[in-house]
């Protein structure tokens, strides 16, 4: 029943990418992770870098979790919520691109840039749409419906 259940807005479900709705997915995924929480979405877009502390020689190396704060754990676990939203809202052909990556950041912008190609590749779409669109004339004996 898992992999045929429709999908619908749940707000306990992640929705689901597969290969022919990025551009929807999108926008359901970006209003899911917000809904979980603000602090989800900033590890999105701005990503997440595990706490750091000085030491004497004034070289910064990973704090140990021992030592880190409320404040660390929290944006910790906002992080892993849009890692885990992230990986539960793809299909196997889309996870195999972000199954090695570690920031929900990298995740999305992976996702991206597979789905939709880079923003060279997007230019040149619209040109290339653009001209088709301007290209495009109705003949005398054709039918709007025909068109």
Known sequence: MGD???EGAS???PPLLNSGNYSFW???????IR?????????????Y???????EDGTIIAKPRAEWTAIDFDNAKWHHRAMNAIFGGVDCTQFIYIQNLESAKEAWDTLQTTNEGTLAVRRSRVQMLTSQFESLVMNEDEKLVDF
């Open 4 to 6: 045929s259940m429709p």
């Open 26 to 32: 999108k926008i359901r995924m970006r209003a899911y």
């Open 11 to 13: 707000s306990g479900r």
């Open 35 to 47: 809904s979980i929480n603000e602090k989800a979405w900033i590890s999105v877009e701005e990503g």
């Open 49 to 55: 870098e595990l706490p750091t502390k000085r030491i």
